[in-house]
């Protein structure tokens, strides 16, 4: 008997915590007013007439469709996309004050149906109360063109008019009025004055009127891919056609650029309650908040253990649920924020990748899958569904200005092809997680070798010889083979990484800067770099040119023959830099007493190229910028031999090592080499 009542017991408690949890839900959550399960108009299907099936137009239809409904959600609410030839474009927005989950479930709704209802049409577009879902084989991102639509009281889901709100004889009284009309004028041209400026282009409030207990709630939105002025233009239309003197208790307007609606009743979250109201929500919740937590707590202790273990496999649900199609068929990158025109080559193979494949690649970015930490974020190993290996860069938030910097680096980045850079594979922007996805580098990175006295043994002459070649050879291509004229700024061994076969390939462009065909230098007060690795002129006066660059890859050529660190190297015994003991071993006609001792005892290499790549490196790192080689007569010298007879170096510049002392344990990532962590991103023109 005693075993049946504590069986019973054990029931009843189960039911009692799962009756109470779901009360305690109702009571934070409280009712939906987002319903979006039928469109407030069937879909507008325009444009010219497709055929529906097996053709390349339906399948990036239905691919880019597909991937709206998770980034959409993920994104804040706002989602642009193209992909394909023949492209089709595609846009979804989701009203500023739902939630994740209720944006998600209203897109992926609009998503179907478009399809559904226009299967031979090449545009179209569905509007919901609460969202709407458009494309078409036309670009029209940051385009304008007003063509409102008024949805009936009928349409919308909080029908005043059927009763889901109750008119007291006041407000049957002052709707028409004149009072009436200046609170509704006067909460309408707030609304379209705030929208453009806020950072969702979305304002909602609310106002009293006076003299009796009614307010009025309105409400104002445009898609984020419009400039401020055009959001503005096309509130101000919609402002001098939605109704407001017709005795009507509200009005909405819809367009496939910005909405704009008023009612009588708060038909979205009112964020701000006034005196007893707000404080009976604040207890409510504070007490249910309370004893969520303690109940919380006690489910851990229970089941914590078996959720742990049914966790990975719980990701991957959401991933198959809500986590679109393959990331490498996503699509491409569109730069519909500025006037920078893309050609389809640009972008066509670097992917928008879905947040929750990223999540379940890297393991919800485990730390046991984590390659490096640096001063702009961690690093990640992946492994995609297809079984690519990928490293993902997730940025620290406060290494970016903002989302139009983000998308330009990564724009830059993807025009860069050459195979002694990285490649980036994708990106990710997904609320404030900024990620870039990269090729996968078996080897790490040239500092895990070069500085380990274990490592160091497996690097031979003909494959340092080879890395330096590498890292030559990509840095030309920055400075005069790409069609953009890139400064690296940042080069260092952490940033050579290396592939399977121990090829070099320069990584990392958080600080480049992009300069006109015939521009030489420029000058920064925001000096950013690794001290030990930048030059005298751009560290004490912020003068950068290509000839920084050729200091930096001076400064790891002679790292990469001694196995020394520049930035360690500071007032040793030996000199006062890295520079400086090279150049009196040189002068003293030492130099193979600066080698890499493993390379002359173990690795037999020859004495003649030891020598000749310390002769260049001691040329590149040249106080006077200007007599520094160009990258392409550093490659001619390093693969001259005897051909070509090396100019005699003038002194290195050794204010670098004074200048690194200064800095000195500001900022420092893992691995001890200490950083300036600002961040330059520029606009960009080809060449």
Not at 300 to 306: A, N, V
Not at 523 to 528: A, M, P, Q
Not at 639 to 647: A, F, V
Request: glycine share 8%; hydrophobic share 35%.
């Amino acid at each position: 008997m005693s075993r049946l009542h504590d069986i019973s017991k054990t029931k009843f408690n189960d039911i009692f915590i799962t009756l109470l949890l779901l009360l305690l839900f109702l009571l934070i959550n409280g009712p939906s007013s987002t319903e979006a399960d039928e469109p407030i108009y069937s879909p507008f299907c325009t444009g010219t007439k497709v055929t529906p099936n097996g053709t390349s137009f339906e399948t990036n239809r239905k691919l880019l469709l597909s991937s709206l409904p998770s980034n959409t959600s993920v994104s804040g609410g706002f989602y642009i996309a193209s992909i394909g030839i023949p492209d089709v474009h595609g846009l979804a927005l989701c009203r500023g004050d739902l939630t994740q989950e209720e944006c998600l479930n209203c897109v992926n709704n609009g998503s179907k149906r478009i399809i559904d209802e226009c299967p031979s049409s090449s545009s179209a577009t569905i509007f919901y109360e609460v969202c709407h879902v458009r494309y078409s084989d036309v670009n029209f991102f940051s385009e304008m063109v007003y063509a409102a639509k008024y949805p009936t009281r009928g349409n919308l889901n909080n029908k005043s008019s059927n009763n889901s709100y109750n008119w007291n004889s006041t407000e049957q009284t002052i709707v028409g009025s004149k009072i009436y009309s200046l609170v509704l004028d006067k909460l309408i041209s707030e609304i379209v004055s705030e929208a453009p400026d806020s950072g969702k282009m979305f304002s909602a409030k609310e106002a009293n009127v006076e003299s009796t207990s009614s307010k009025l709630y309105g409400l104002g939105q445009c898609t984020r891919d419009l400039s401020k002025d055009k959001c503005h233009q096309c509130l101000t239309q919609a402002q001098g056609d939605i109704a407001t003197d017709d005795g009507n208790e509200g009005g909405f307007v819809v367009d496939n650029s910005c909405n704009l609606r008023y009612e009588l009743y708060p038909f979205y979250r009112v964020q701000h309650l006034p005196g007893k109201k707000r404080r009976a929500i604040t207890i409510t919740v504070s007490i249910s908040v309370l004893i969520f937590v303690v109940l919380g707590s006690w489910a851990y202790c229970r089941y914590g253990k078996s959720k742990r273990d049914h966790g990975a496999s719980q990701i991957i649900m959401l991933h198959n649920n809500f986590g679109g199609p393959n990331p490498i068929e996503l699509p491409p990158l569109r730069n519909a924020q500025n006037d920078e025109e893309i050609s389809p080559d640009d972008n066509k193979e670097l992917p928008l990748m879905d947040f929750i494949t990223i999540k379940v690649a890297t393991d919800d970015f485990a730390d046991s899958n984590k390659l490096g930490q640096g001063g702009f974020g961690a690093v990640y190993k992946g492994t995609l569904p297809d079984g690519r290996e990928i490293a993902v860069k997730r940025l620290s938030r406060k290494s970016w200005q903002g989302l139009e910097e983000f998308k330009n680096e990564v724009i830059l980045i993807a025009r860069l092809q050459h195979r002694n850079l990285v490649k980036l594979l994708g990106y990710g922007i997904y609320g404030e997680e900024k990620l870039l996805i990269y090729e996968f580098m078996p080897n790490k990175s040239l500092d895990l070798f070069i500085f380990d006295e274990t490592n160091r043994s497996q690097l031979d002459w003909e494959t340092r010889l080879n890395i330096i070649h590498g890292i030559a050879r990509g840095i030309l291509y920055l400075h005069e083979d790409s069609r953009l004229k890139i400064i690296h700024r940042d080069l260092k061994p952490n940033n050579v990484l290396l592939d399977h076969e121990m090829n070099a390939k320069i990584s990392d462009f958080g600080m480049a800067r992009i300069f006109g065909e015939k521009q030489s230098e420029a000058s920064t007060r925001r000096v950013v770099g690794t001290c030990g690795y930048m030059p005298p002129e751009y560290a004490m006066e912020g003068i950068f040119s290509v000839k920084s660059d050729v200091f930096s890859f001076g400064v790891v050529l002679l790292e990469i023959l001694s196995g020394k660190r520049s930035n360690g190297f500071y007032l040793t015994e030996h000199a006062q830099t890295l520079l400086n003991y090279a150049w009196n071993l040189w002068n003293e006609g030492k130099g193979l007493d600066f080698i890499d001792q493993f390379l002359i005892e173990f690795a037999s290499a020859p004495a003649e190229e030891l020598l000749r790549c310390l002769h260049i490196g001691l040329l590149c790192v040249q106080e006077d910028a200007a007599d520094r080689p160009t990258m392409s007569y550093v490659l001619v010298m390093l693969g001259s031999d005897k051909s070509i007879d090396l100019p005699q170096p003038t002194h290195p510049a050794f204010s670098v090592g004074r200048f690194a002392s200064g800095l000195m344990g500001q900022s420092s990532s893992s691995n001890n080499l200490y950083s300036v962590n600002d961040l330059t991103v520029s606009n960009f023109t080809a060449r």
